[in-house]
Each structure stands twice: as C-alpha cells, then as structure tokens.
C-alpha cells in the first residue's frame, strides 16, 4: 500500500515543529501522499506545500475541526479541502475565537488547585496565539515538574472531572461537515478510539456522521492498536465509509509514531485518498 499520512500537526497549531519541518520527517520516511491537519487553521498549508514540492510529495490539505456532540467533543478532518473557500475560512475563524476564552478558564481552573500562572507558561509553547490548547498546558506542566510526561498530565488534569478541564461548545457536527463539503473536501472522523462511548452510541454517531454528509473514518490512528484498527475497520465498511490513516503526529515522544510510520488499512477498506494520488 502506498504509504500515507493523512493527520499531523505542526507549531501552527499544537505540534512543535514548523510546517516544513513535519513535512520533511514525513518525506524522510518515505511517505507518498501526506496531509497536514492542524487544528482549525489552514495557515500552515503554504509552507508545507512548498516543502513538499521539494521533496516530490503529494500534499493533500487539510485541517482537524472541534466538534461539540452532545455530552462529547469530537474530532473531524477536513481533507483535500479548498484552503481557500471563504466558508470553511469563516467557519474556523468562529471556532479559534473561542479558543482564547477557553485557555483563560483552563487557566483558572488550575490555579485552584495550586498552579499559578498557567496560562503564561502555556503561551510559551504557543507559536500562535490564538491556538493555545491544552497540550500547551500540559507541555509546561512537563516543564515546571508538576508530570513527568505530557500523556500523564492529561490522565491528572486535562480530562473531564479533572482540575484543568472545562466545558466549551465548538462546532456543530452539520456545521463542520457543511465547511468541508462547501470548500470541496471530504469529513472524515478522526480518532473515534479516543472517544469515550459505548458501541451503541459510537454506532449512532457513524449513522448521523453518514446521514450529514461524513464520507471517512481514521481506521488507522496512531492511537489505535490492532484490536481498535480491526473494530473501526468494520464498522467503516459496514457504514460505507472510505477509510483513512493518520498518526496524528505532534512531537516526538508525544505520540505513537513519527510522520509517515503507519500500518496498512484492513483488507475490505475502501482508501479516502483512492482518486488522489493520480490527480
């Protein structure tokens, strides 16, 4: 199978690398057809084409959008998409203006457990402003020794009933998916072993995701093991929808693998990017 990467993250977002630099490493193993995703913002794209040109790599763009589904907040891609299109520009720029407002609750909720300063040491991990996430937070909780890694500071802090999180609404799903259809690309739900729900609710989601406009799943992530890539798998093809493979790569020793490193889909799947790489 042509190796793809079609989820990673650079410092536009909450990656610690520049654009070209993701696109390299990707490039340096042998990657094919790769996306940038970072989160709600295209802003990255231009440089990562240009090094992706240098290295006779396809860049497809692509963008990772918050969503809000009834008690969850999900994840979807937006791949192949228009960096252009004014609706899905608009549609991110509401999302990210949220994002400021957030980080100052996160903020103030950490100082009441004795954390102070919080958001000032998170901006010093944020190349953009209006990005400040909470693995910023957590890379300076890794900083000031408060974790030893950042995967611990969100099992301590950062999820829900835990000092550091707190509730915010993002984007609607049909929103979401209107954006990415409007600005030509394909919505595909990324991450779903990430989310804490059960098989019936995880099954209602895909149903709604298809009925909206959804056309993709991440069946292979770098947070899924065999067991996760062989369930979603199945349901993909039981959904009809194409499959796809990203590591959701942020940095190095934050997650599963590097750029580019990623196992084949299961036979049965049908590829998200099928028609791309002649195109």
């Known amino acids: 199978m042509t190796p793809v990467d079609l989820h990673c993250h650079s410092n536009v977002s909450d990656g610690l690398l520049p654009p070209a630099e993701v696109v390299r490493k990707a490039a340096a193993r042998g990657c094919k057809l790769f996306a940038l995703t970072d989160h709600d913002d295209l802003r990255g794209l231009p440089e990562a084409q240009i090094e992706a040109d240098l290295h006779g790599l396809k860049l497809i763009n692509g963008v990772e959008i918050s969503v809000s589904w009834g008690k969850h907040t999900l994840h979807?891609?937006?791949?192949?998409?228009?960096?252009?299109n004014d609706v899905l520009q608009q549609g991110l720029a509401s999302v990210r203006a949220g994002r400021t407002e957030r980080a100052e609750r996160m903020s103030a909720s950490l100082?009441?457990?004795?954390?102070?300063?919080?958001?000032e040491g998170a901006r010093k991990f944020a190349d953009n402003p209006e990005m400040i996430s909470r693995t910023h937070f957590a890379r300076?909780?890794?900083e000031i020794g408060a974790c030893k890694d950042t995967k611990t500071v969100f099992k301590r802090f950062m999820v829900r009933g835990?000092?550091?999180?707190?509730?915010?609404?993002?984007?609607?799903?049909?929103?979401?998916?209107?954006w990415v259809r409007a600005a030509g690309g394909k919505a595909v739900l990324a991450h779903p072993g990430r989310y804490e729900m059960g098989?019936?609710?995880?099954?209602?989601?895909?149903?709604?995701f298809r009925r909206l406009g959804g056309e993709g799943i991440e069946v292979v992530s770098g947070c899924h093991g065999a067991a996760e890539i062989g369930r979603f798998g199945r349901l993909a093809q039981?959904?009809?929808l194409e499959a796809s493979s990203g590591t959701d790569y942020h940095a190095t020793g934050e997650g599963a693998r590097e750029p580019g490193l990623n196992p084949?889909?299961?036979?049965?799947?049908?590829?998200?990017?099928?028609d791309w790489l002649d195109a």
């Open 162 to 178: 835990k000092p550091g999180y707190v509730e915010h609404e993002w984007a609607r799903l049909h929103e979401a998916i209107e």
């Open 111 to 119: 100082a009441k457990v004795g954390l102070d300063n919080m958001m």
């Open 199 to 208: 098989n019936e609710t995880m099954r209602v989601l895909l149903t709604e």
């Open 264 to 274: 084949d889909l299961p036979i049965g799947c049908v590829p998200v990017w099928q």
């Open 238 to 240: 039981e959904f009809e």
């Open 140 to 142: 300076y909780l890794v």
């Open 76 to 84: 979807m891609l937006g791949l192949n998409v228009d960096r252009d």
